[in-house]
């Protein structure tokens, strides 16, 4: 199946500061990509949906000012935890869609100091 | 939109029987069912998954069922082994739509 990676694995960080994740597609071009969150035990939250050239689309109760998406080029979504606080400490796994098919990347693991 | 029920949460089975979960969807529209295993802290990866035009399918040990009329489909897992221990989520989708998972449910294959 088709490839997706993510970047970091993990990253510790402080209160306060923000932190980015990368989402790629390695081996096949994505206009579409979507970011979850999983919390211990828990299904995967949908967050929002990236295309891109476009606006993400935000789900329900995501605060979109703190979770800054941006989708540049058929093979890179980048999510960004602005102004990090512990609660934001979570499992984020973002997919890349092929067809009807999703690809997993590795997922996140944030921990807010 | 759709809304996707998941059971049981947890399983447990002994080695060599058999698994099955099942899930519910609301969307009569939803024509794509994928099932995905996740371990510990590892990405969820793809099993197996069925479209709305075929009732059931099979890859080795694993096999989905699905009823359309009922809104139900299924995860058959013969012959377990302890690696099959795992969470597994169901999903569904409509179109070209985003994937709404099931709750899980956490197998664990004693041996």
């Known amino acids: 199946g088709a490839v997706v990676s993510q970047h970091p694995s993990w990253v510790i960080c402080k209160s306060g500061t923000s932190v980015k994740i990368e989402c790629r597609s390695l081996d096949f071009q994505a206009t579409t990509m979507f970011w979850y969150r999983q919390f211990p035990k828990q299904s995967l939250m949908l967050m929002a949906t990236s295309n891109e050239g476009s606006k993400a689309t935000y789900e329900q109760g995501v605060e979109k000012d703190k979770f800054l998406i941006n989708h540049a080029s058929l093979t890179l979504s980048t999510l960004t935890v602005t102004s990090a606080h512990p609660e934001d400490s979570s499992f984020y796994i973002c997919?890349?869609?092929?067809?009807?098919?999703?690809?997993f990347g590795p997922g996140t693991r944030l921990t807010v100091l | 939109g759709e809304n996707v029920e998941q059971h049981p949460s947890t399983l447990s089975v002994q080695e060599g029987d058999s698994a099955v979960i099942k899930c519910t969807y609301s969307?009569?529209?939803?024509?794509?069912f994928p099932w995905y295993k996740q371990e510990l802290g590892k990405r969820p990866q793809l099993i197996i998954d069925i479209r709305s035009n075929v009732g059931e399918k099979k890859d080795q040990r694993i096999a989905v069922t699905l009823n359309k009329t009922a809104k139900h489909f299924s995860l058959h897992i013969t012959e377990t082994q302890p690696e099959d221990s795992a969470v597994y989520f169901c999903a569904a989708m409509r179109g070209a739509q985003k994937l709404v998972f099931g709750q899980g449910t956490r197998l664990t294959i004693n041996p």
């Open positions: 997919s890349a869609r092929g067809g009807q098919e999703q690809f």
């Open positions: 969307d009569s529209a939803s024509n794509y």
